[in-house]
């Protein structure tokens, strides 16, 4: 007789997918091979035909949009799922956003509208998911983010994002210490760079690319594919007493000088 899929019977809400190379994706394939029902989420009408295909995929049955500058949608996608399932085992936050100009301007010239947006939707956007999640993790669950290596250490090109995502560690961190008397896990996965949509933005992309092949541990790029099998093993049973973390997925490049 088979074994039971780790993830069955299972329930999640994955955010974050704008097409096919995206991180979403992958933890989103991951997750769905592992048993778990997905609610998607996509960003507008523009994003509708790249997500909905791949909504298919993963034999979603809840599909709804989420921007998050728009008022209520989160609110409206927690709503839904309250009514259609009554209930959620884990949340993907994969959403990160900063105004281009500040973006590839120093840290030092950030406009203060451009930080507290940067904040809104790339870390206080996760809070209020944890926030809408924990009435319906009633027998447990896991929040995961998604981070990376700029938030410790300072990246040439990832400028005002560097702080955003540490204060997305730091609260990733008091979420876990108050929400673990409930059964709720919560993390940060940080991937190696990988070439998504939201990496586009980030300047000279290609040379963090090379500089992380060569100077991993691994020496190789980590995949889409590798990020979600990671993140999905990390809310099995097999991690239940893994909270807090962040947890790196760059072949070892984090570690490197």
């Known amino acids: 007789m088979n074994a039971p899929l780790p993830l069955a019977g299972k329930r999640g809400l994955i ?5 096919a190379d995206s991180i979403a994706w992958g933890c989103a394939q991951a997750f769905r091979a592992m048993g778990a029902e997905l609610a998607v989420t996509y960003l507008n009408d ?21 921007n998050l500058l728009n008022e209520g949608e989160l609110e409206s996608v927690f709503a839904r799922i309250a009514d259609e399932w009554g209930a959620l085992d884990f949340v993907l936050h994969s959403v990160a956003y900063a105004p281009r100009d500040d973006l590839h301007g120093r840290v030092t010239d950030c ?37 990376y290596y700029g938030s410790q250490m300072v990246v040439e090109h990832y400028n005002m994002m560097g702080p955003v995502k540490a204060a997305l560690e730091s609260a ?24 998504t949509r939201a990496a586009s933005g980030i300047a000279d992309f290609d040379s963090m690319l090379d500089r992380a092949q060569a100077k991993a541990p691994a020496r190789s790029l980590v995949s889409i594919e590798d990020v979600g099998q990671a993140t999905a093993w990390l809310a ?3 991690a239940r007493l893994m909270t807090g973390q962040t947890l790196y997925i760059d072949g070892g490049y984090h570690i490197i000088d």
């Open 46 to 66: 523009k994003a509708l035909p790249h997500v909905e295909p791949l909504a298919r995929q993963v034999d979603a049955p809840l599909l709804m949009p989420m």
């Open 15 to 19: 955010t974050g997918i704008a097409n």
């Open 172 to 195: 990733t961190r008091y979420l876990a210490a108050e929400l673990g008397p409930s059964g709720i896990r919560v993390h940060a996965i940080s991937p190696g760079p990988l070439k």
């Open 111 to 147: 406009s203060r509208a451009g930080f507290l947006q940067a904040m809104d939707v790339s870390c206080w956007s996760f809070i209020r998911m944890a926030k809408l999640a924990e009435p319906l993790m009633a027998n447990g669950g896991t929040l995961f983010c998604m981070s």
């Open 236 to 238: 099995t049973d097999a």
